[in-house]
């Protein structure tokens, strides 16, 4: 796939209709708005391979998972991503032959991605069976500002022929998962209504009862004159729209209008659905087509002045961060505490749950330098209302007195995932959300939090990992056994690296900050005791000695950390080794044969020595950089942004480079040949960091920004802003030269290469 998209530094293009391709680009040019999503699905009838999918924030089916190696603790359901009845439905006849790009001859096509105004544009020329020849014009975009509006302007252009044009607009709630067994629907219909130029459709899931509400309407236009048709009114039990038609000349364009809106019972009461529904779409067509565009575009531009990054040099590199950017912007929009990221977005139903680790460890800094902070405080305090749950959820493995065991894949805060060494053993996790508390004060000087909410999860996580470890009598140190670290490659190991330093720090910080809040608010340090039932001597006693005395497997006097016991026990590979047929080994061997093997899925100790880069000197990064990477199959979308950022700090500026378009263009060029099932949205924060913190040097020292430039030699400079404590900033750098104006805020101390400047307010820095 790689090269298959055109490169344009604010588009994705797609000359040429490809059916084999179609699967993936519908992934590729999806559109959303942090409440909805569309894959990117034809509007009219299209019987080839496609993967139907329409997604609302927050609506899953808890499918039941219990199988015959069910154990206890497993999680009794997989939390689906449902695919949620169609709204965008608008099929087209030509004197009574249906238009479906399966069946017909299509030239001239091109499906274009506008990522500066989210938006998502078809034309083509499509030649029907008898010889007629019509022209498709389509737009289509998701509101960013009316977040339960979607739109979409369809035109169809005889070209060689006078006759009738039949335009079928419809909502479909007859809809299926691609992963769902025999064929299920999880969606039931209540109510069906199609009327004069109105309607809707009513569902609900099969278990939850989450009820949607999709109200559509349309205007119909000859040329620019709105034309009336008798409209054939169509409803089933699990679909209503209108058929309407009209009779035009060769090269006279008729065009629909279409709007529609998506309410569901998380917002509204289930009885005010259909009427609030119908409200909100009269009030989008009153609007009209193009105010509603407008309005989207400009609040698209607003986000990209604060989240845009410039390469100058580099189109592919320029493309792929856009395109990164993008799909973060449309996933999340930080209004609704309740709501958080998806491995997939609104991109493919792949994964199920909507909240992994992958969150705090990937998505989180992009939000903190990009949003006001209150975006990404709403991503911790979904944590923290999800505590309870965690408890219950270590309580289901046997752990006790508030111990938390945050899940591996959640949408409610129940554990949901059905992979035993997933769920029971990656437990990693807990590390990840307690890190997060530490980066968001850190950068954002939100030092609130920690008393309000995060100190309470600090404790509930460092209970669990002190009752996790065991004294081990032959090393004199607390071990940790059976576990599984971000390489997945590996189960059931002892001691892995990064999990056991995830475990001591955590303890450490946790310590600090009871310290932190019993000194500045003894008053909030009684509540959190009072509520967390804290044990304060015993339980501190406890995690000091657990941090002091915490094992870690290691070689080289110390210096070469090894990601696991008898890693070194393994016939030693490169993944230079590997004959390329053979990648990505997960769709080629057999899972035995992984898990003897020496290869990496992703970045496991380098992930922690990333994480807690100011713990080790240069020389210590160098020497396990050099030993892990070569090992490294990066056939995970976290692994080569990792890369990235270590080869920049450590000047394998070549390594780094090629880490960072991997990542960048992880999904535009399909490197582990499976976009069709959706991006990896997740692992887009992870491409920001790249460029950021990889590139940028960006990091938080002495309570300053510190900036390390590392501006590949290709490129003339990369351009980025950031928001860092009410302080609004512009960096630009090229080879040699470091560019900061203070946009909006007061006096800013930073670091450059390790020397203090300040920039002032409203002013500029330049240092080369």
Request: aromatic share 12%; net charge negative.
């Amino acid at each position: 796939m790689k090269e298959y998209y055109k490169k344009d530094e604010w588009c994705i293009i797609e000359e040429g209709f490809n059916p084999e391709m179609h699967e993936s680009s519908e992934s590729i040019f999806s559109l959303g708005n942090g409440k909805m999503g569309q894959r990117a699905n034809f509007e009219e009838k299209y019987s080839g391979d496609s993967l139907q999918g329409t997604y609302i924030a927050g609506v899953y089916y808890p499918d039941k998972t219990r199988v015959g190696w069910w154990k206890n603790g497993y999680p009794e359901y997989f939390a689906k991503v449902l695919n949620a009845p169609s709204w965008i439905g608008i099929d087209v006849f030509i004197d009574d032959e249906v238009l479906d790009l399966a069946r017909c001859e299509v030239s001239d096509f091109v499906r274009t991605l506008d990522m500066k105004h989210s938006t998502l544009s078809r034309e083509f020329v499509a030649t029907l069976k008898e010889g007629k020849k019509v022209k498709v014009e389509a737009l289509r975009f998701l509101s960013i500002v009316d977040d339960e509006i979607g739109a979409i302007r369809y035109s169809v252009t005889p070209l060689n022929f006078s006759g009738k044009v039949s335009i079928f607009s419809y909502l479909d709630g007859d809809v299926h998962n691609q992963d769902s067994n025999y064929d299920e629907q999880f969606w039931s219909v209540d109510a069906v209504k199609a009327e004069d130029g109105f309607s809707q459709l009513v569902a609900r899931t099969k278990k939850l009862d989450f009820v949607v509400a999709m109200s559509a309407t349309f205007d119909l236009c000859r040329g620019e004159n709105h034309i009336y048709s008798d409209e054939k009114h169509k409803q089933s039990e699990k679909s209503a729209g209108s058929k309407v038609f009209t009779f035009v000349q060769s090269g006279e364009k008729v065009t629909l209008y279409k709007y529609a809106s998506v309410l569901n019972s998380q917002n509204y009461p289930v009885d005010a659905l259909a009427e609030k529904g119908r409200k909100a779409v009269e009030l989008a067509h009153k609007k009209g087509f193009d105010k509603l565009l407008k309005e989207h575009s400009e609040a698209w531009e607003e986000k990209w002045n604060h989240s845009d990054i410039v390469v100058e040099g580099d189109v592919a590199a320029q493309q792929g961060i856009r395109f990164n950017i993008f799909h973060l912007n449309q996933t999340y929009t930080g209004k609704d505490e309740r709501l958080n990221i998806g491995p997939k977005g609104f991109t493919g139903e792949k994964y199920g749950g909507t909240t992994y680790w992958d969150t705090e460890a990937f998505v989180l800094p992009f939000f903190m330098s990009s949003a006001d902070k209150q975006v990404s405080r709403n991503l911790l305090v979904y944590r923290h209302n999800h505590l309870q749950r965690a408890i219950e959820n270590a309580e289901k493995l046997g752990f006790k007195d508030g111990a938390a065991l945050y899940p591996m894949v959640t949408i409610n805060g129940e554990e949901c995932h059905n992979e035993w060494e997933i769920t029971f053993e990656e437990i990693h996790r807990n590390g990840a959300i307690a890190f997060a508390i530490y980066n968001y004060v850190r950068y954002t000087g939100d030092w609130d939090y920690v008393y309000e909410f995060g100190l309470e999860v600090l404790i509930a996580i460092s209970r669990f990992w002190a009752q996790r470890v065991n004294w081990s009598a032959e090393r004199e140190a607390y071990v940790m056994l059976g576990v599984t670290g971000p390489n997945e490659y590996e189960n059931n190991i002892n001691n892995n690296w990064y999990t056991n330093k995830m475990a001591q720090w955590t303890l450490q910080y946790t310590l600090e900050q009871i310290a932190e809040v019993k000194k500045r608010m003894p008053q909030e340090w009684t509540r959190i005791v009072s509520l967390a039932k804290f044990d304060e001597a015993k339980e501190i006693e406890t995690f000091n000695d657990v941090a002091d005395k915490i094992y870690f497997p290691s070689m080289m006097n110390g210096k070469l950390f090894m990601q696991q016991d008898g890693y070194m026990d393994k016939f030693q590979q490169f993944a230079d080794d590997l004959n390329s047929a053979e990648r990505p080994i997960n769709q080629h061997w057999s899972w035995d044969r992984i898990l003897r093997s020496s290869f990496l899925k992703q970045a496991d100790v380098l992930q922690g020595i990333a994480t807690f880069e100011d713990h080790y000197s240069d020389e210590e990064i160098k020497m396990n950089f050099d030993f892990w990477e070569p090992r490294t199959l990066h056939e995970s979308s976290l692994s080569p942004c990792v890369h990235a950022i270590l080869g920049a700090k450590i000047d394998r500026m070549d390594k780094a480079y090629e880490m960072y378009l991997r990542t960048a263009r992880l999904d535009l060029d399909d490197y582990n040949k499976e976009v069709a099932e959706g991006l990896h949205i997740t692992s887009m924060g992870g491409t920001w960091m790249a460029m950021v913190y990889g590139f940028g040097g960006l990091r938080v020292k002495e309570d300053m920004l510190s900036f390390d430039p590392k501006v590949p030699e290709h490129w003339k400079s990369i351009a980025f802003k950031i928001i860092f404590r009410e302080n609004t900033l512009t960096v630009k750098m090229s080879q040699g030269r470091t560019e900061i104006t203070n946009d909006a805020g007061g006096d800013l101390n930073l670091l450059i290469n390790g020397v203090k400047h300040c920039v002032e307010g409203n002013n500029r820095l330049v240092v080369d």
